[in-house]
């Protein structure tokens, strides 16, 4: 058992994934200041110098406020796909070209017996996607960032160990917060967030016999709370006779502070 991983952080303020193997560690996304990282990692008690490489999403400041300063501090090798390099262009700084590889959408990458799958998503960015990890029968899943859930996702997605899952927003608070219409109306579209309920029908479709951790991710500040979410998530999959403290745990993350490192 050496597949493991820890959320660093996440939220709408900033988001950075941990995922490792006794051989290599990764970063998905470094949303947040290089002090801020340096720091996170220090929770878990790793070192960032010792990362074999930062994985990126798509190109939101939230997503990657800290990218260039850890490129270029660490002189780690970075991978996004194209159309999410060329997004990037003047938003990160200069990224030395020895560290610049490329990571298309639907394709699989190998960091020793740690393959990678990329996958896209339905978020208003140039060319979202987001990652599956596999180490023999073990398999962890980071899936934030998307308006909707397709079948196509939800089958390169089932049955992992554990999920990293968007659980972005409460439906009712969002209608009701202070935000523009056209604020509202962009997260509630399907290339913007999905709610807790929606999350939930989502997960109930991909959950599978070894499916044991749920992690709800990117909560909005404004619009969600960590108790609604993980009450309105449990209440969803019963109704699908799923029982979360049975067949499931759910757990919490934080914008500031990391989950403990787990082993799958």
């Not at 393959?115 to 990652?131: C, N, T």
């Not at 997960?203 to 404004?222: N, P």
């Not at 993350?253 to 490192?261: E, K, S, Y």
Request: proline share 2%; aromatic share 8%; hydrophobic share 40%.
């Amino acid at each position: 058992m050496s597949l493991h991983f820890s959320v660093l952080a996440s939220g709408s303020t900033g988001n950075a994934i941990y995922v490792a193997t006794e051989e290599h560690s990764l970063l998905i996304d470094a949303g947040l200041s290089g002090k801020k990282m340096k720091e996170l990692f220090t929770k878990i008690d790793k070192k960032i110098e010792d990362l074999s490489g930062i994985l990126v999403t798509h190109e939101h400041s939230d997503h990657i406020k800290g990218l260039g300063v850890l490129a270029r501090k660490y002189h780690i090798p970075i991978y996004a796909n194209e159309k999410t390099w060329k997004a990037m262009d003047g938003l990160v700084g200069a990224i030395p070209a020895d560290l610049k590889f490329g990571f298309e959408t639907e394709r699989v990458k190998s960091f020793g017996g740690l393959d990678v799958e990329s996958f896209g998503v339905s978020h208003d960015a140039a060319e979202p996607m987001f990652y599956a990890f596999h180490q023999g029968d073990k398999k962890i899943v980071v899936i934030t960032d998307t308006g909707y859930v397709s079948d196509r996702m939800k089958g390169i997605i089932s049955n992992a160990n554990a999920y990293v899952f968007e659980s972005n927003h409460d439906v009712q608070m969002l209608q009701m917060c202070h935000y523009p219409w056209s604020i509202k109306r962009r997260i509630l579209s399907d290339v913007g967030h999905v709610s807790n309920e929606d999350a939930a029908l989502a997960m109930a479709d991909v959950i599978g016999d070894q499916t044991k951790r749920i992690y709800l991710a990117h909560l909005s500040k404004d619009n969600n709370m960590k108790d609604l979410a993980k009450m309105s998530v449990s209440q969803t999959l019963a109704t699908r006779g799923i029982i979360t403290g049975e067949q499931v745990e759910i757990y919490d993350t934080d914008p500031n502070n990391p989950t403990a490192l787990t082993f799958v």
